[in-house]
C-alpha cells in the first residue's frame, strides 16, 4: 500500500479568536482523549544535515521534502517516537516508530549504531541518513496545543500557542529548560488536518480574518531564533564578527 498523505492546513489567527472558536468547537467535535482540558505540551527535538537541507528546503519553498524529529509530550518519557514528516505542497505523510528514553538520548548523542539491530524501516532508514548526511539536532521546539476531533473525514483541528525555542540544552526531559519565544503577542496557529474531505461545520468556523499560512514552519522559525547558537549568519546579519561560544573571533 502506498504512503496516504494527508491535507493539512495553517491559519494565523487572534487568541480572542481561538478562546470562541475552542467554545464552539466542544458542541461539534471531541477534546482529543490524550488532552486534558488545557491541550497539553509538545517538544520535539528536529534533526538536519550537513547541509542544513531541511532548513534550506523549507526557506527555498521546495514543494517535495522531509524532517526528522523526536517529540515527546509534557516532558515525560511514556511516549516517544522519532518522526519522518514528510511534505508535497500542503499534503503531508507522518511515520514514527517508538524509542525508549535511552534510545532516545542515544540519538541526540551522536550514538546511532543501536539502530542496526531494531527490526523497523524507519529506524533503520534514519541510520542511513545518520551515516550519509550526518544528521545532528539543529533546535528544540515547544509549544502547547489543544487538539480536537471528527471521526468523519478524519479530521484534526489544534490550536498551538505560545511557540517557543528552548535553549542551551538538548535533554527534551527537562522541564525547566529556558526558552525564547518565537510567536507573535496575541496570536496563535490554527491547523486543520483531513484525509478524505473537511466538513462544512470545520470549514464555516474559520475566523475570517485568519491569515493563510500554509508555508508556516514552527521548526525554520525557531531554528532561525537560535541560529547564532550555530554560527549560522547571526553576527554577519549584526555587522559584527561571528566568534564561538568561547568569545573568540572566527
Known amino acids: 500500500m502506498g504512503e496516504r498523505y494527508r491535507h493539512e492546513l495553517k491559519y494565523l489567527i487572534k487568541c480572542s479568536d481561538r478562546d470562541l472558536l475552542m467554545l464552539r468547537l466542544k458542541y461539534l467535535m471531541q477534546l482529543d482523549l490524550h488532552a486534558g482540558e488545557n491541550g497539553y505540551m509538545i517538544r ?31 516532558c515525560q518519557d511514556s511516549s516517544i517516537k522519532l518522526e519522518r514528516k514528510k511534505k508535497f505542497g500542503s499534503y503531508i505523510f507522518k511515520e514514527s516508530a517508538s524509542l525508549t528514553r535511552d534510545e532516545a538520548l542515544k540519538l541526540i548523542e551522536g550514538d546511532y549504531l543501536f539502530l542496526l539491530k531494531k527490526d523497523n524501516n524507519l529506524l533503520r532508514e534514519f541510520y542511513v541518513e ?32 505560545d511557540v517557543r525555542a528552548a535553549v542551551l540544552s538538548n535533554d527534551i526531559f527537562d522541564p525547566d529548560l529556558p526558552a525564547l519565544s518565537c510567536m507573535e503577542v496575541g496570536k496563535c496557529i490554527m491547523e486543520v488536518k483531513f484525509t478524505e474531505f473537511c466538513p462544512r461545520i470545520v470549514r464555516d468556523i474559520i475566523p475570517a480574518g485568519a491569515a493563510d499560512i500554509t508555508a508556516y514552519s514552527k521548526f525554520t522559525m525557531c531554528a532561525s531564533k537560535t541560529s547564532y547558537l550555530h554560527g549560522f549568519d547571526y553576527y554577519e546579519d549584526a555587522g559584527t564578527p561571528r566568534s564561538d561560544l568561547r568569545g573568540g573571533i572566527i
Open 130 to 161: 545518520c551515516i550519509t548526511k550526518l544528521m545532528k539536532p539543529r533546535v528544540v521546539v515547544d509549544y502547547d496545543r489543544v487538539p480536537f476531533i471528527l471521526p468523519e473525514g478524519t479530521v484534526r483541528v489544534t490550536f498551538d500557542s
Open 44 to 74: 520535539s527535538i528536529y534533526f538536519d544535515d550537513y547541509w542544513n537541507s531541511a532548513f534550506n528546503d523549507k526557506e527555498a519553498g521546495i514543494l517535495e521534502r522531509a524532517k526528522w524529529r523526536i517529540r515527546i509530550y509534557n
